[in-house]
């Protein structure tokens, strides 16, 4: 039996989280193919629904991606994402689910800090094994 490669999608804002992963591409960084970005104007503009749905159709984790506190583009676009996202935690604390959802403030110049956190999480959700939801 093959080994479980989990599937990460990954909702980056535009502006930092998402050019750092242009960054670790164009630099030629290595780091798992796990991952499937969604490029969002502002970590702000995540609405939990889009979390819920990523795991419910098959996401084993998620990782929501923005501006470091202070340098939001809209400026308080990630303390929005913050609020959000504790509280979509405790909810998915219900389900065992709380800890396959991260979120990391990653800025355009941290290219090296994207590839580490990606291969970071694509190890725990591995150990992890698949979402407990589509085993239902």
């Not at 804002?13 to 499937?36: E, K, M």
């Not at 979120?103 to 291969?119: H, K, N, P, Y």
Request: with cysteine; proline share 4%.
């Amino acid at each position: 039996m093959a080994e479980f490669e989990p599937k990460i999608i990954a909702f980056l804002c535009n502006w930092c989280s998402y050019a750092g992963a242009d960054l670790a591409g164009t630099s030629r960084i290595q780091y798992p193919t796990n991952v499937r970005v969604v490029r969002l104007m502002c970590s702000g503009a995540l609405d939990p629904l889009y979390v819920y749905r990523a795991l419910i159709e098959g996401a084993d984790g998620v990782l929501i991606g923005g501006c470091h506190p202070g340098d939001c583009h809209y400026t308080n676009g990630n303390y929005k994402a913050r609020r959000r996202v504790a509280v979509l935690k405790k909810i998915l604390q219900e389900f065992g689910l709380e800890d396959r959802v991260w979120l990391r403030w990653i800025s355009a110049s941290e290219g090296q800090r994207f590839a580490e956190t990606v291969r970071e999480m694509v190890e725990n959700v591995r150990s992890k094994g698949p979402n407990p939801l589509l085993r239902l």
